[in-house]
């Protein structure tokens, strides 16, 4: 990638602030995938809304004002949408994976396009607390 190691923590001249998040959970791609896309999934990285039907184009937007546009949609796999709290001026890319791993599935929530180094330690927590959600959940139905 090329950083420089003395511009500003995760700000990068094409992607704006950016922050990535991942933990190791023991499910597979397919529990993940079913709990991400369920109605108690969707509201951890939605907020209270109807699950949007998986597919590019799907347009959302929830009670607490998240709004934005699926734009790829991978069963098992990723979604990358467009995710913008009302407030904020302009969108950003947030990118959810789920990858095979040893013990599991590594479920990774990237998100660019963040306008300030404030936003990004933010997001890093929301991000944060969803996976720790995710955790506990996946302990409870092993």
């Excluded at 602030?17 to 990285?45: C, D, K, M, N």
């Amino acid at each position: 990638m090329g950083h420089s190691r003395e511009g500003k923590v995760g700000l990068t001249a094409a992607s704006g602030y950016q922050i990535g998040v991942r933990r190791t959970l023991p499910w597979s791609q397919e529990q993940a995938w079913a709990f991400l896309t369920s109605r108690e999934g969707v509201r951890l990285w939605l907020g209270e809304v109807e699950p949007p039907r998986l597919q590019a184009g799907e347009t959302f937007a929830s009670a607490a004002g998240i709004s934005g546009e699926l734009r790829v949609v991978k069963p098992f796999e990723q979604l990358r949408l467009r995710w913008k709290r009302a407030s904020w001026p302009t969108p950003s890319t947030l990118q959810i994976r789920l990858l095979p791993a040893k013990s599991g599935t590594t479920v990774s929530f990237h998100q660019e396009q963040l306008v300030s180094a404030e936003l990004r330690e933010e997001m890093k927590l929301v991000w944060e607390d969803v996976l720790a959600v995710m955790i506990a959940k996946a302990s409870d139905s092993t």
